[in-house]
C-alpha cells in the first residue's frame, strides 16, 4: 500500500501541488487525469524524490518518511521502493539496451553480472525486445527505447511503478506497442500510477482513476464512476473538452 | 639569410632535429596531462555553483584564455621566482622545462575546463534524473552517466587543444629550452641554413600533427560508436570520396560525365 498524507510543494511563489492525500492499494492501477499544469507529473515525481516537497510523508508498505526530515539514506531508501518510467525515455546513452536494464541491477542493488544478465534478458523478453540486446537507444525507435525503459523499471522489483506521460512522446502509430506493453504488466499484479492523456487505455486498464486539477485532487474513483458519472463541475468540463477533442482527431 | 638554398640541408637536419623530439612531446603530454587535472578541478565549482571558487575559477580562465601564451611564459619564468623568492624558495637550479610545462599546463588547464564544462552540460538532465531514479548517488551518477559521456563530446575540442599545443611548444625556445624549435635555432646559426631548417622543422610538425589527428580522429568514432548519425555521416562522406574518384577517372579519360 502507498499513502501519501499532505503533500505540498511550491516552486518559489507557485504552489503546484497543495495538501494531497492520495492512497493507493497494493496491485492497483492508478491513472492520474487533468489538464497540463495541474501538477500531476510533480506528484509523480515527489513518489521518486525527484523533486522535494515542502512538506508531507509517504508511506510504502512497511517503509515510510517525512519529506521534511528526510536523510540521504532515506532518500535512497525511497528510491529503492519506486522506479519511475519518463517521457523522453531517459535512457542512458552510451549504453546498450541490455546495460541500460542492468545498469541499476549491479550498481545499486549488487547483482552479480551474470545474475544481473539474466535477469535484465528476462525483462527485455517480456518487453518484446530480446532481438534487440546489443542495440544503442540511438537504434531504436521511440516505442522500442520506451519499452526499454519500462524493461528498466521493472528489472528493478519496485514496490510502485511511476509512468509519467509514457506515451506523449511518441508517434501516433508507436504509442499502441508501449500502451501493450503497460496492460500487459499491469494484469501481473504489479502496482503503478500512470499519468496520461491516453482515455482509452485509462478507462480499460484502470481500477483508480484520480482526477487533479490547479495542485488538488478533485475527484478520484472507480473508472466507470468517473468517466460515466463525474460529480464535480471541473471534471465534468475536462472530459467534455478531452472526449469533443477525440472527435475531431482525425 | 645565410647562404646558397641546399636542400640536402633539410635531409640532413631532419635526423637532428627529430633527436629532440621527445623533449617536445614530453612538454606536450605533461602540459596536457597536468592541464586535465587543473580543468578538471577549475571546471567543478562552476559545474556546483560554489558561490566563492566560481568567481575564482572565472577569473582564472579569463586571465589564461585573453592573454598571449608568449607573455604567459615570460611571466612565469620571471615573474614565478620573484614571487617564490618571498617564500624563500630558490628557483634558480631549477630546469627551464619545468617552468615551461607549468605555464602551458596553467594555459591548457583554461580551456580544458570551459570542454569540460560545456561537454558536462551537454549530457542531458534527463539521463541523470533516470540514474537518480535507480537508485544511484551523485557520484555514482557522475563518473558512471555524465563523465564518459562528456569525455566522447569533449573529444573534438581536446584533440585541438593538443594540436594548438604541440604548435605552441615552439616557443619555449624563447626561455632557451633546448626542443626542437630551440635546436633549430642553433642548427640555423651554426650552418647559416636557416630556411633549410625552418622547412625540415615544418615537416616534423605537421607530420606529427597529421598523426594525432588520426588518433583522436579514431577515439572519437570508437567513444561515439552509440551515435548511429556519426557513423553514416562517416559513410556518406567516404560514399562521396568514391564519387570524386570515379569523376576524375572519368574526366582523365576525356568522357564527359553529363
Redesign the interface.
Known sequence: MIKLTNISKSFGKHEVLHQINLTVEKGEVVVILGPSGSGKTTLLRCINYLEKPNEGQIEIGDFNLDYKQANKKDIHNLRQRSAMVFQHYNLFKHKTVLENVMEGLVVVQKFSTDEAKRKSIEMLEKVGLGTKLDAYPSQLSGGQQQRVGIARALALNPEVILFDEPTSALDPELVGEVLDVIRKIAKEGITMIVVTHEMGFARDVSNHVVFMDEGVIVEEGRPQDIFGAPKEERTKQFLKRITSEWAYSI | MGGQFDIHYVFDFLPKLLSYLHITLLIVAGSILLGLIIGFIVALPRLYNVPILKRVSQVYVSFFRGTPILIQLFLIYYGLPELLKLIHVDTSRTNVLIFVIVTYALHSGAFISEAIRAAVNAV?R??I?????????GY?ALT??IL??AL?ISVPILSNLVIANLKDSSLAFTLGAMEMTGKSQTLGSATRHFVETYIALSLIYFVISTVLERIFFYLEARLL?????IIEKERSSKRWIGWRKREIARLEKGVDPH
Open positions: 542531458d534527463g539521463q534524473e533516470a540514474a537518480y531514479s535507480v537508485g544511484m548517488s555514482q558512471r552517466i564518459p559521456q566522447s560508436r552509440h551515435e548511429r548519425q
